[in-house]
């Protein structure tokens, strides 16, 4: 195919892109040239900005367009309104936050969360929301040639968020390991190449619609996450397992002090078991776990401020020993 990519090489732009030239697919990068501008020298691209600098990628065609970098729906819907007539098919990186809330495992049906002033643009305090009405910009000009994927935690190489990375990393320095709620607590996220190779895929045949993306199938739980990331590290960790009432008690902080834990509460408590059947309906794979922990070791570091320090760490443990 030829596939127009907007955003720059960087996480999952940069897996779309090499899952893109393995395939043999020509590629053509639209982004302002500030993310990794040196890599990917002979890949076409096409500076410009999203807001208010889309002249470059008139009078051009592709076969698909994969939207990476979509977050404000006046923009998107610029771009779609663009594209209307140059690409075959609009597949737009949308979000699992996009529904509102999580009592039950959450299908394409079900509810999406709203803003009540949808012209607001404040995408940190309305992420979701936004993102819903991002899919529906394009959906408004393309119909059913637009396919919004609903990506769940993305993880593996390059990742710089550290909201997984943190987990190899800190399995591989061993030792007593606190790790949050039972070991048979499901977890879900999805490998950035298994995501990519998905996206293309989509964009090749489709189908149109939302789909939800994450995995891996078949389940995973916290428990053999752990397990995986001692095996392939070879580490000497142990774990102790920390219930939930206790990490709030001690106002531990969701997701990002302790990573891929979210409190269950009312309208959370299902969080990370989305079913994503339509998703492997279409055609999205899972590479094992060890390769996405082997990987995601060799080539992301983990981040300042995401996960909980050594010494939070040891003395939440201490706290709970003491009173179990």
């Given at each position: 195919m030829r596939v127009?990519?907007?955003?720059?090489?960087?996480?999952?732009?940069?897996?779309?892109?090499?899952?893109?030239?393995?395939?043999?697919?020509?590629?053509?990068?639209?982004?302002?040239?500030?993310?990794?501008?040196?890599?990917?020298?002979?890949v076409e691209r096409l500076l410009g900005d999203r807001d208010g600098g889309l002249a470059p990628l008139a009078g051009r065609s592709w076969d698909a367009v994969?939207?990476?970098?979509?977050?404000?729906?006046?923009?998107?819907?610029?771009?779609?309104?663009?594209?209307?007539?140059?690409?075959?098919?609009?597949?737009?990186?949308?979000?699992?936050?996009?529904?509102?809330?999580?009592?039950?495992?959450?299908?394409?049906?079900?509810?999406?969360?709203?803003?009540?002033?949808?012209?607001?643009?404040?995408?940190?305090?309305?992420?979701?929301?936004?993102?819903?009405?991002?899919?529906?910009?394009v959906e408004d000009v393309f119909g059913n040639r637009a396919t919004a994927v609903r990506a769940g935690l993305i993880v593996g190489p390059h990742d710089p968020t550290g909201r997984f990375t943190y987990w190899p990393h800190r399995i591989a320095r061993g030792g007593e390991v606190l790790v949050p709620g039972s070991p048979d607590r499901p977890v879900q996220f999805v490998d950035v190449r298994?995501?990519?190779?998905?996206?293309?895929?989509?964009?090749?045949?489709?189908?149109?619609?939302?789909?939800?993306?994450t995995g891996p199938v078949p389940a995973l739980t916290m428990g053999a996450?752990?397990?995986?990331?001692?095996?392939?590290?070879?580490?000497?960790?142990?774990?102790?397992?920390?219930?939930?009432?206790?990490?709030?008690?001690?106002e531990v902080g969701e997701w990002m002090e302790l990573p891929l834990w979210v409190a269950p509460n009312p309208g959370m408590e299902r969080f990370l078991e989305a079913d994503v059947s339509r998703a492997v309906e279409a055609g999205?794979?899972?590479?094992?776990?060890?390769?996405?922990?082997?990987?995601?070791?060799?080539?992301?570091?983990t981040v300042e401020g995401v996960g909980v320090t050594p010494e939070r760490e040891a003395d939440l443990l201490r706290e709970w020993h003491e009173r179990t």
């Open positions: 127009l990519l907007l955003g720059g090489p960087k996480f999952l732009g940069r897996a779309v892109i090499d899952a893109a030239l393995a395939r043999g697919d020509e590629v053509t990068l639209f982004n302002r040239g500030q993310t990794n501008p040196d890599e990917y020298p002979d994969v939207d990476t970098s979509g977050y404000v729906p006046r923009l998107v819907r610029d771009s779609a309104e663009l594209l209307r007539d140059a690409v075959g098919r609009y597949v737009f990186v949308s979000s699992k936050s996009v529904y509102a809330g999580f009592a039950e495992p959450v299908t394409e049906a079900s509810p999406l969360t709203m803003v009540e002033d949808e012209t607001t643009e404040d995408v940190q305090e309305h992420y979701g929301a936004l993102k819903a009405l991002c899919e529906r910009a298994d995501l990519a190779g998905f996206l293309l895929l989509v964009a090749e045949r489709g189908p149109g619609g939302p789909v939800t993306a996450l752990a397990n995986a990331c001692r095996a392939v590290t070879a580490s000497d960790a142990s774990f102790t397992h920390v219930d939930d009432a206790f990490l709030v008690e001690h999205l794979s899972f590479r094992p776990l060890a390769e996405t922990v082997r990987d995601t070791l060799a080539h992301a570091q």
